[in-house]
């Protein structure tokens, strides 16, 4: 499953599919892009980070992709499961600035 | 478990209460937050610590008032607020202020107010 850019902010796929989450940023002096899982009732949670000087980073079942040409950074999980429910924020920080700003967010929704 | 401990976890208050939020740390970090965060809404930046001082208030109204006794803990004292109020506040620390994220959060204080 995958959804585009911001404008859909709920994804919803099959136990033991990959999802894909987008997320577009704007600023193009940002250095060091984050994704974070927050769970009902929980605060964010780290999953994965990239600098601008990469353009794939590789976790345990987690990969970040960062396209700096079109300002694009995308999460994938591969074989998603059913705790992986949660909405993913991209959060970006700007060179020069150390405090790193949120984007608006996915809903992923896995069903069983 | 996370490794910033934010207390309470609720917290129901009228409008001329006076309430305090406390978050703890001991992971040796020198740099804490406070966000405010609405519901299906990213976290809005309120305040940051570096190093026990006050380094950033993202225009956040007075009623609204931080504090930082040590390098481990974050109190956000209430006072007077408003039903718009009503939030998840969360708690975050780096290592330091600068360039040392990620930042690790806490699981926040459900507030309301009544």
């Known amino acids: 499953g995958e959804n585009v850019g911001l404008h859909l902010p709920t994804l919803s796929v099959q136990e033991g599919d990959n999802s894909i989450i987008n997320c577009a940023y704007s600023?193009?002096?940002?250095?060091?892009f984050i994704w974070y899982k927050q769970e009902s009732g929980k605060g964010p949670q780290f999953i994965i980070d990239?600098?601008?000087?990469?353009d794939k980073r590789q976790g345990q079942r987690v990969t970040v992709l960062l396209n700096k040409t079109v300002k694009h950074l995308s999460l994938q999980i591969a074989a998603t499961q059913p705790g992986d429910s949660a909405v993913y924020f991209c959060?970006?920080?700007?060179?020069?600035?150390?405090?790193?700003?949120f984007g608006r967010g996915t809903s992923l929704i896995v069903h069983p | 478990d996370t490794e910033v401990t934010q207390t309470p976890k609720h917290l129901v208050m009228g409008m001329t209460n006076k309430k305090s939020l406390k978050c703890e740390q001991h992971m040796g970090h020198r740099a804490m937050y406070w966000y405010k965060q609405k519901a299906k809404k990213p976290p809005e930046l309120m305040f940051v610590y570096s190093y026990e001082k006050l380094s950033i208030n993202e225009s956040v109204p007075s009623r609204f008032s931080p504090e930082c006794p040590n390098s481990s803990l974050l109190n956000l004292h209430l006072h007077a607020l408003q039903p718009e109020d009503s939030a998840l506040y969360l708690c975050?620390?780096?290592?330091?202020?600068?360039?040392?994220?990620?930042?690790?959060f806490g699981d926040g204080t459900r507030l309301s107010i009544l």
């Open positions: 975050a620390s780096s290592q330091d202020e600068v360039g040392a994220l990620p930042q690790h």
């Open positions: 959060a970006e920080k700007a060179g020069g600035s150390y405090i790193p700003t």
């Open positions: 600023n193009s002096a940002s250095d060091y």
């Open positions: 990239i600098r601008s000087n990469m």
